[in-house]
Structures are given as C-alpha cells and as structure tokens.
C-alpha cells in the first residue's frame, strides 16, 4: 500500500498515460494551473465531482491530469453593427473537453453571465453525458455573454453569423458540433449552419444539430431533453411505488425543457402545483392548467402574472413540497442553504449542475430520490446524435422511431446506473459520473498519450 507522501510524489519513471497508482493526483501537486477556469465555482464544482469519481473508481492518474482541464478553449470578442449604427462588442467562449471519442458536442448558450469557467464546467459534464449514453462524441459548450432579449432579431443574426465566423478554425462536423442551450434556438442553428455552409461552398446541415427541420433538423429534437426527463422520471417513480395520478410536481424553469415537462407530466395525471421562469414564480395547490399557462406566455405576457395561481418568490419554488422537483434552469440554485428545506421525494435535474457539492451531502441523508443532471438531461444530446447520423446518411427518420430510439436508450442507461449504484453502494450521482468517466477513460487509455 502506497503511503499519503508517496502519493504526492510524482512518478516521473514512467512516462506513458497508464501511471501507476502512487502517481500524484491533479490537485495534490503544483501543476501548470488555468486561474481563468480555476476561479469559477462551477468549473470547481465539476472538478470536485471528477476527483470524487477518481478515488471511487481507482482511476488512473494520468488520464485524471488530462481530464481535469479542457482539451481547447477559445475566447473571442464579436464586434457588431448596432440597429442604431454604433458597434458594440462582445465576448463568445467555445470549450472543447474532449476529443478522444470523436468530435466534441455541446450546447451554444446566450446570457449575460456567461464565462469561461461556467462553458469549461458545462463541457466537462457533456462528456461523462455523452459517456453515460455511449454517444461517439466528447463534450464542448459554448457561449456568449450577452442578453438576447435586449437584441433585435437582424443583431442577434449578425451576433451568431460573426461568433461563427471567429470560431470557424475549431468546428465542423467531424470537429465540433453545435446545438441549441439556454438563450439559443433552431434559428440560431439556422444561421450557424448557412453561415459554416458558405464559407465551405455547399449545404452541411451536420454542422449544427437542433436545427429547423426544413434545413435536416430532426422531428422530436425540440422536445427530447424533456422527454428524457420523463422517461427517468416515471422510473423512478415506478422504483419507489408511487402512483403517477397522485403525485404533485414543482418545476423550475419555463423554457423549453421546463415547459415539455411540465406538459408531458400533467398528461399523465401528475399535478403541477408551481412553476416559475426568469420574470417570477407561481403557485397553485389544487393545480396549474399548463396548455392554459402555456397559451398566457406565448400571448407574450409574463408568467408570474398568470390569474389563476398566486405569486410566489423565486426562492419558494424550490422549497415547496411536492412528489417532484425539477430544476429546469440554471446551475447551482440547490445549495447549503435552501438543502434542508427541499421538500421532495424525486428530484429530477433538467438543467446542468444545479446541486452543489455541499447541498448533495445534505440531501444524501434524506429520503430524496436523485436522478442526476447527467443521465436526467441527456435526451437532448441523445437525440442530437439521431440528427447528425440522419444528415449524414441523408436518411431521416419517422418522429416514431426517434422517440421510440430516445426511450430505449433513456431506460438503458437508467437501469445501467442503478444497477451500479446498488451494486457499489453509489449515490446516483456518483454511479452515473462514474460510467461517464470510465468509458471516457477506458478510449484515452486505449489511444495511449501522443507523442
């Protein structure tokens, strides 16, 4: 058994990617740091849960030290052409975690809070999600710190087509291969892939997936994370024996992922009690009509004034008891604070890393069924893969056999990691990062360290 003081010592003896165990860890020896990353709690957080793995697993080291840190990131400023005639500028991120399993694949986001760290973060966890579903892809994100609603829709265009542009040396569709995230849409992917396409000299609608289908976008793409979520849902809820009709749900977000769920639960009879978006929250105990709260947003009105629930405070929505939670947001909103008070017994994450490493401990000694962000979410990425397969084939599918393939592997992937969670006495999370990492691993060892 190697001693604490020899696992800080680096084994400089052997230079191929398979160290041995008494090779140092990332994080227990100086390295070469990246602060820009290293700053951001939420590239931290994924850090802190890829280390978690590490000692779980035995992982090796020296695929460790490489998985710790993206593969590529590049900054860019994107200066355009205001409505007004001024020119502003502003700052896009595209992350490449991985490589190794074949072109990287992630989400372009739109927000003012985007930063390097967050995009890192998001491209880590892309990869242990396209592990998980045993996609030929390596994570990437991408972003710009921008608020698109302040944007008309000829500056958004001119936003997306220059970000295109700046970012056309590190993506193609065997390269890296863009989708819609927060902020975005199948419009974006629209102008991304006309954009790649002229400059290339020909039509490649595999350069984006999420896009129109008149363009080979793929029928069930828009509602696949949510229905991904479903699927994992109504396992779990079949796990702990509790009858769908009599279940309640709470859920966060509006958007396209939280809205889906919201609709699919309640056509299987599950109640939804409250629901908030980016303008409010709302609660109604005996039920929202979600094809009526649906019908008030897309009438452009805010969804905190709808009439037939009351007003509640964003931070409300997460504490309010019910059957099932969904966070269908942003990162990091389930933290040691609010923890305790969580009030659920399935709590389902649609939206990326929105419980935090102290908040998992606490929720750990509760009877809080936890279908982590990685499998919960990964519809999305999954019926992505569907999309580019069909556009290079040229072959399309029914909206039948997509939805029909999104279940199969949805359902494969739950039981994969329940099984291993029980078997290895894994919290959910754990067992799924773990299969995540371990295929990622698995090919870098196989492919050995060039040169």
Not at 28 to 41: L, M, T
Not at 219 to 227: D, F, I, M, S, Y
Not at 348 to 368: F, K, M, R, W, Y
């Amino acid at each position: 058994m190697a001693t604490e003081q020899q696992k800080r010592t680096p084994n400089t003896s052997r230079p191929s990617d398979k160290g041995s165990r008494s090779a140092s860890r990332p994080n227990d020896r100086p390295h070469n740091p990246i602060p820009v990353f290293e700053n951001s709690p939420t590239f931290q957080m994924a850090c802190q849960q890829l280390n978690m793995v590490a000692e779980s697993i035995d992982l090796d080291a020296g695929v460790h030290e490489r998985l710790s840190k993206p593969k590529r990131a590049m900054v860019v400023s994107i200066p355009i052409r205001m409505d007004a005639g001024h020119t502003e500028s502003f700052i896009g991120y595209r992350v490449q975690h991985s490589l190794t399993s074949g072109p990287s694949k992630g989400g372009l986001r739109y927000h003012p809070a985007v930063d390097l760290g967050e995009v890192a973060a998001l491209a880590m966890w892309m990869s242990w999600k396209c592990g998980i579903m045993n996609l030929p892809f390596g994570g990437a994100k991408g972003g710009i710190s921008v608020d698109p609603a302040r944007l008309s829709r000829g500056e958004l265009e001119r936003l997306t087509r220059r970000f295109t542009e700046e970012v056309l040396a590190i993506i193609g569709p065997r390269q890296d291969v863009m989708a819609p995230d927060l902020g975005t849409d199948e419009q974006t992917m629209a102008w991304i892939m006309d954009t790649y396409s002229m400059k290339v000299g020909y039509a490649c609608p595999e350069i984006v997936t999420g896009k129109p289908v008149e363009l080979g976008g793929c029928v069930g793409r828009r509602e696949a994370t949510g229905n991904g979520v479903i699927y994992c849902v109504m396992e779990a809820l079949a796990e702990l024996d509790l009858n769908v009709n009599e279940a309640t749900a709470v859920v966060q977000g509006f958007g396209n992922v939280g809205s889906v769920v919201c609709q699919e639960l309640a056509d299987r009879g599950v109640r939804i009690i409250a629901v908030s978006d980016r303008t409010g929250a709302i609660r109604n105990a005996r039920g929202i009509d979600i094809a009526a709260l649906t019908r008030h947003v897309n009438a452009g009105k805010q969804l905190c004034d709808y009439p037939e629930a009351e007003r509640i405070s964003g931070a409300e929505i997460l504490t309010t008891p019910c059957t099932i939670l969904v966070p269908a947001a942003l990162e990091r909103v389930i933290t040691a604070e609010n923890a305790p008070k969580i009030r659920c017994r399935v709590l389902a994450e649609a939206a990326n890393g929105p419980t935090t490493p102290e908040a998992d401990v606490i929720l750990s000694n509760s009877d809080v069924f936890i279908i982590p962000d990685v499998l919960c979410n990964a519809g999305g990425v999954t019926v992505s893969y569907f999309e580019w397969v069909q556009d290079i084939q040229q072959f399309l599918w029914s909206e039948e056999q997509v939805n029909e393939k999104l279940h199969e592997l949805m359902l494969k992937a739950f039981h994969q990691v329940r099984s291993l969670a029980k078997e290895r006495n894994f919290s959910m999370r754990l067992a799924a990062l773990s299969l995540g990492v371990q295929k990622v691993a698995k090919e870098k060892l196989r492919r050995g360290l060039y040169p």
